[in-house]
């Protein structure tokens, strides 16, 4: 950044020069020192404000804004970040419940969800990553008829990590534990999948339970298994996370588990499931972080090259975390320490091949894929790393009102 050179005699702010005295002139220069005042005018001048204002100029995100200036509320960056009247319109659509509970919402988010991020970018949110897979939000009819159309390739992979965990709890006793439970307590579950949660030991099988799923074939299951492990109060809905079909202040606890990273618009459907949160709600929120499955991953960029889900970079530890303290005033993530100690490549081979792009691998590949987590076993056995864990979430931000000033 250039400045401009300081002329040898200064001037007020009325315009009249003043000629500095000896001991205000640089020894080396000559030219008159600046006072704090005038270098603060003219570094304006030249740069036309902070970094954190061409950040915003840019359309960065307030939740990366934030992170990079430590700001505890998002509302104290306006006096940085000033958007212009485009961005104004798009912050109060974004925000006005009328337009998101319009029939025409979710057509809107159909065609977000079929891998043209481009419009989203283009507002400058973290809520869209770029060149999306469809395994990562990229494309929701992917994900509701072939992926989660049932529960068989989810299953594949609960299996392993049912079978060979370390940990003495299992991971839906880990994350309910985690809640307070009462008796009467209304529960949303969104991305149900095959409502594994429900196998918990915890819950009270008196409290009233919504599953919810993009896939009708999940919610059947969910909720069978749901009512089949002894909870009175069932039902289920095929719906999308990021237009929840409720009325505000509706449940007392949301969970979103390992599903987040799946949403083409993750901060919508936090949004959401914030708005449908009583003011004393809680949200319970699973996911996982870079790293996790490491060693069957590497496998797979072994064989198939590098295969660029993202699901961390989507909603991950770090990622998640940032994205939930847009709407949320206080989030403790517990982690979930449980590696996988595994004896049979079989589990190994079939949970990798049970997703993206292993899921549509030739034999060639299938058989390469096998010899590639083979070779991974050291005296019968494979350790594998995970890193995973839950965020518990209360307190809900209210919308600010959209007040900027260019």
Request: with cysteine.
């Amino acid at each position: 950044m250039s400045l401009p050179s300081p002329s040898i005699d200064a001037t007020t702010d009325a315009g009249e020069n003043v000629v500095p005295a000896d001991g205000d002139r640089c020894p080396d220069t000559g030219l008159g020192r600046l006072s704090h005042q005038m270098a603060w005018k003219l570094f304006s001048q030249a740069s036309g404000g902070s970094a954190l204002t061409h950040l915003g100029e840019e359309g960065v995100s307030a939740i990366l804004l934030q992170a990079k200036s430590r700001h505890q509320d998002p509302r104290t960056l306006s006096r940085y970040a000033k958007p212009g009247i485009e961005a104004v319109a798009a912050l109060t659509a974004e925000f006005d419940r009328g337009r998101r509970q319009t029939p025409a919402a979710p057509a809107a988010i159909a065609a977000d969800a079929q891998g043209d991020v481009s419009a989203s970018v283009s507002r400058g949110r973290m809520g869209s990553v770029s060149k999306r897979t469809p395994f990562a939000g990229g494309d929701q009819t992917y994900l509701r008829e072939v992926q989660y159309g049932d529960g068989s390739r989810l299953d594949v992979r609960s299996a392993l990590h049912q079978r060979y965990l370390t940990s003495p709890v299992a991971f839906p006793d880990f994350e309910a534990g985690l809640i307070d439970w009462q008796p009467d307590l209304t529960v949303l579950e969104c991305g149900t999948g095959t409502g594994r949660f429900w196998d918990n030991t915890c819950a009270p099988r008196s409290v009233s339970i919504t599953l919810t799923d993009l896939s009708p074939g999940m919610v059947a299951e969910a909720t069978g298994r749901a009512s089949g492990n002894g909870f009175h109060h069932v039902q289920g809905q095929e719906c999308d996370v990021q237009a929840l079909p409720y009325e505000d202040a509706t449940f007392d606890l949301a969970i979103a588990n390992h599903m987040l990273y799946h949403v083409p618009d993750p901060d919508r459907a936090l949004l959401e499931l914030a708005r449908v949160l009583r003011p004393n709600g809680v949200l319970l929120a699973a996911t996982n972080g870079s790293g996790h499955m490491r060693e069957i991953n590497d496998a797979i960029t072994e064989v198939f090259g590098s295969h660029g889900e993202g699901l961390a970079d989507v909603f991950g530890i770090d990622t998640g975390e940032a994205r939930l303290r847009e709407h949320f005033r206080s989030i403790t993530w517990h982690a979930y320490d449980n590696d996988l100690v595994v004896d049979s490549p079989t589990a190994a081979i079939d949970y990798g091949l049970s997703f993206p792009p292993g899921e549509a691998a030739t034999d060639a590949q299938a058989d390469a894929f096998a010899a590639a987590i083979t070779r991974r076993f050291v005296d019968g056995i494979l350790r594998i790393r995970t890193r995973s864990g839950a965020f518990v979430c209360t307190g809900t931000r209210q919308q600010p009102e959209v007040a900027w000033r260019r």
